[in-house]
T-cell receptor, first 114, second 116 residues
């Protein structure tokens, strides 16, 4: 069956360091992969999207890589700040009946310590 | 502010009851998605509507139903409620692009349902 795996353990890092979050998937061939940020009790907020034929995408302090051979995406936040503390969700989309429905991983909590 | 409005924000009800959750998508977005988020299941896709028509169905129970109206707002109806239906229910909208891919989803703040 299809599986999207994100580290369930919280990632604790010091301010200023680079945070790296992992999203692995099995039995899946996504056309698109997205990363979202979710704060407690709030709706997810879109951060970055990468297509299956792209290797890397950047936006300000954020970088996403997508390796369809390893079936893995890495999400990096450089120069991390305490305000970056949140849960980060990856979402994979593939065609299904003419629609692309994002399927979400369970997220990894990031805690940035001052 | 994502531009997606969900009401009510909180709802407490008893088992066996029926509730309706409402969602107004971002202006111009034709596609609406409903997701359920519980502690043990994460974000689970329920159903998608595009311009008034059902487009895709996920893990939606038969006790649940949804619709999208001509003004593009959507309602999710949950009936014969059980304790296990307690969760956060999110609505999201998107611009449905070429090939059916809507790009990024814009989520509302959710409706927190508690079934006692």
């Amino acid at each position: 069956s299809q599986k999207i795996e994100q580290n369930s353990e919280a990632l604790n890092i010091q301010e200023g360091k680079t945070a790296t979050l992992t999203c692995n998937y099995t039995n899946y061939s996504p056309a698109y992969l997205q990363w979202y940020r979710q704060d407690p009790g709030r709706g997810p907020v879109f951060l970055l999207l990468i297509r299956e034929n792209e290797k890397e995408k950047r936006k300000e302090r954020l970088k996403v890589t997508f390796d369809t051979t390893l079936k893995q995406s890495l999400f990096h936040i450089t120069a991390s700040q305490p305000a970056d503390s949140a849960t980060y969700l990856c979402a994979l989309s593939r065609a299904s009946g003419g629609s692309y429905i994002p399927t979400f991983g369970r997220g990894t909590s990031l805690i940035v310590h001052p | 502010d994502s531009g997606v409005t969900q009401t009510p924000k909180h709802l407490i009800t008893a088992t066996g009851q029926r509730v309706t959750l409402r969602c107004s998508p971002r202006s111009g977005d034709l596609s609406v998605y409903w997701y359920q988020q519980s502690l043990d299941q994460g974000l689970q896709f329920l159903i998608q509507y595009y311009n008034g028509e059902e487009r895709a169905k996920g893990n939606i129970l038969e006790r649940f139903s949804a619709q999208q109206f001509p003004d593009l707002h959507s309602e999710l109806n949950l009936s014969s409620l059980e304790l296990g239906d307690s969760a956060l229910y999110f609505c999201a909208s998107s611009v449905l692009g070429q090939g059916g891919f809507g790009g990024e989803l814009f989520f509302g703040e959710g409706s927190r349902l508690t079934v006692l």
